[in-house]
């Protein structure tokens, strides 16, 4: 590449993003590492052209990014299959697309807030719109070189081709997402959902751009929920995903003392009673002082005891005997069965 093509081919950005201000989009100068963050805390405003431009200078970046106020963006992930043929069959034509590094972006015009979920439908396709979100915008180049390059016929928001309303999905493609998430619930919400999708990403980036889609889609308000709120929640997330520190329901671990393990092993009814301290330690021992039953019928008909109901009475009497199980109530008949809890015997 000669040094003229290449200043030309630097100068394209610049050239698109003023191309599209001027025809009243709203742009926001993005950079840094990935060329996807934006360098301006987001507002409500539209952006001057010479704070977008001035911003991209000082930062040495040649990446923008197109906010999604009336604009549907379907984020392909997969560029080795039809799914572009299949996403226009399905909800219209367009004139405005761009290839990515993984796939390519489809712009539509909408009149009203978009609530559906093609990701639910086992498609790696991500649904982008609203006021709070962005995608980077055609002739973007990122720091390592890849291009968004416009590959439609017409290079403007303009006239945008509407998109169809999305066929009614069949049952056992029914999103199981809910319509919105209450205020109350709306930080507790995008935590979970971090927890979820911070696996199965590949950066802390894109883990946010999932939640802030998320929280402009599915939550109550949600330009009350700042950006620098999500952010922190995809940091956290991404921080202990790089930890190996996110657990969930099974995929997590919980403390049993050594001392108590060589303690109980080492009785005669030890294994029985070592399978039953574990157990009562998962159900009961996060909660320090927490008192239960135990009802040995219905722990052998749920539960995988390697033993019968006379090993497990055994067991009972073997914790409590060392001092890790405590009889904190007695039967009473007609009233209540024994209360226990889980201890710690004084050595």
């Known amino acids: ?46 952006l001057p052209l010479d704070l977008i431009n001035s911003k991209l200078q000082q930062n040495d970046s040649t990446t923008y990014g197109i906010r ?32 990515t590094s993984r796939g390519c972006h489809l712009y539509y015009s909408t009149k009203e807030l978009v609530r559906f979920n093609l990701r639910q439908e086992g498609l790696p396709i991500d649904v982008k719109s609203g006021a709070n979100s962005y995608v980077i915008g055609p002739n973007s180049i990122r720091p390592d070189g890849v291009k968004y390059t416009f590959t439609g016929s017409k290079i403007s928001l303009d006239k945008l ?8 999905q069949s049952k056992e493609h029914k999103t199981s997402e809910p319509n919105v998430i209450s205020e109350g619930q709306r930080n507790k919400t995008l935590v979970t959902k971090a927890i979820d999708y911070a696996p199965c990403i590949n950066s802390q980036e894109e883990l946010n751009e999932k939640l802030l889609f998320y929280r402009d889609n599915y939550c109550i308000n949600p330009a009350t929920v700042p950006d620098i709120e999500v952010l922190k929640i995809a940091e956290w997330a991404w921080k202990k995903r790089l930890n190996n520190q996110l657990y969930s ?8 003392d050594r001392q108590a393990y060589n303690t109980i092993y080492q009785h005669p009814n030890g294994r029985a009673a070592l399978e ?72």
């Not at 093509?5 to 050239?15: A, G, I």
């Not at 081709?161 to 009614?168: G, L, M, V, Y």
């Not at 329901?249 to 049993?256: A, L």
Request: glycine letters at 6%; hydrophobic letters at 40%.
């Open 1 to 46: 590449m000669t040094a003229e093509s290449r200043h030309k081919w630097l100068c394209e950005p610049y050239l698109t993003v003023a191309r599209l201000w001027h025809e009243g989009a709203s742009l926001i100068p993005t950079g840094k590492s990935n060329g996807k963050e934006p360098l301006v805390k987001l507002s409500r405003n539209r």
């Open 68 to 99: 999604l106020d009336s604009i549907v963006v379907l984020d392909i992930d997969d560029v080795a299959t039809d799914l572009v043929e299949q996403m226009t069959e399905r909800f219209g034509e367009t004139d405005f697309k761009v290839s």
């Open 161 to 168: 081709a509407e998109i169809f309303a999305p066929r009614k």
């Open 249 to 256: 329901n099974t995929n997590s671990s919980f403390k049993i």
């Open 276 to 347: 039953l301290y574990v157990f009562l330690s998962d159900k009961h021992g996060h909660v320090i002082g927490k008192t239960f039953q135990i009802n040995v019928k219905s722990l052998l008909t749920h539960h995988r005891f390697h033993f019968g109901e006379r090993a497990m009475h055994q067991a009972i009497n073997c914790l409590v005997e060392l001092g890790y199980l405590a009889l904190v109530k007695n039967y009473s008949a007609g009233k209540s069965g024994r209360l226990f809890q889980l201890s710690n015997p004084f050595i």
